[in-house]
């Protein structure tokens, strides 16, 4: 780990021979206040947990490389409480224990899941990292990560994605760290007609437009614990998602 010029957080990973073999970039810009307090490999060293700290406040991401790249899977923020402790269960693989500074126990249990969307006319796959959500339309070209036929850039990190397949008009609803709720939409928009909150790149040979074009805040949100919510979809346009082993739609 290592700042570099003060404007960029880094870990880097090096090879026995000391030679360098990549790295991931946890923070960047002026000033940088947060540091790594924890890091944490799982069983099989495909998942980096890592806890970074800044004054009272506690920040849980966890990591995965493909191809060359890491990609931020999943981003907490612990507001007023420090996590403690910070192990992978060494019995069941992807089994996550926490113990913050105020007793509170946290188990998470993390699975892979390949989010792909077939349609008549398309065929989509949605790739994490952090506030970015690549999409690769399959349909047009077959694109390697990380690169992506359309990348989407949300103001908070990424948790999960539910998407609806209709033809017409595509929908996206996306999870934020924070609760919080970004809708998104494909068409054959022109960009001048976007609201504010926004940030699109796609290929100029594919003609539809991914973007958001709203957030719900997260005191509107109808998520309430994002640590006990699971499997979100969108079925005819309505948003179902189970969150303490309840099923819920909003």
Not at 217 to 243: P, V
Request: hydrophobic share 35%; charged share 15%; with cysteine.
């Amino acid at each position: 780990m290592r700042f570099n010029n003060g404007q960029k957080l880094t870990i880097s990973f090096l090879e026995k021979n000391d030679l360098k073999h990549g790295e991931l970039i946890l923070e960047t810009g002026e000033n940088i206040k947060k540091y790594v307090e924890h890091i944490a490999w799982n069983k099989d060293s495909t998942i980096l947990a890592l806890v970074l700290r800044q004054e009272n406040d506690s920040y849980l991401q966890l990591w995965s490389s493909s191809n060359y790249h890491w990609y931020l899977k999943q981003s907490f923020s612990f507001s007023s409480i420090n996590i403690q402790t910070l192990l992978w269960n060494i019995d069941i693989n992807n089994k996550l224990i926490c113990i913050t500074n105020n007793g509170q126990y946290h188990s998470m249990s993390w699975s892979w899941i390949s989010q792909v969307s077939y349609t008549n006319t398309r065929s989509l796959v949605f790739l994490i990292d952090g506030c970015h959500l690549f999409i690769s339309d399959f349909t047009h070209s077959s694109i390697p990560p990380s690169m992506s036929s359309y990348e989407i850039i949300c103001p908070l990190p990424i948790l999960a994605i539910a998407f609806d397949d209709d033809d017409d008009h595509y929908q996206l609803i996306l999870i934020l760290s924070d609760c919080s709720l970004a809708t998104c939409s494909s068409s054959s928009s022109s960009s001048s007609n976007l609201t504010n909150f926004r940030r699109i790149i796609h290929l100029s040979e594919i003609k539809s437009v991914h973007y958001v074009i709203s957030l719900i805040s997260s005191t509107e949100s109808s998520i309430k614990n994002i640590h006990n919510t699971t499997y979100y979809r969108l079925i005819n346009q309505e948003f179902y998602f189970i969150e303490n082993s309840h099923l819920y739609t909003g």
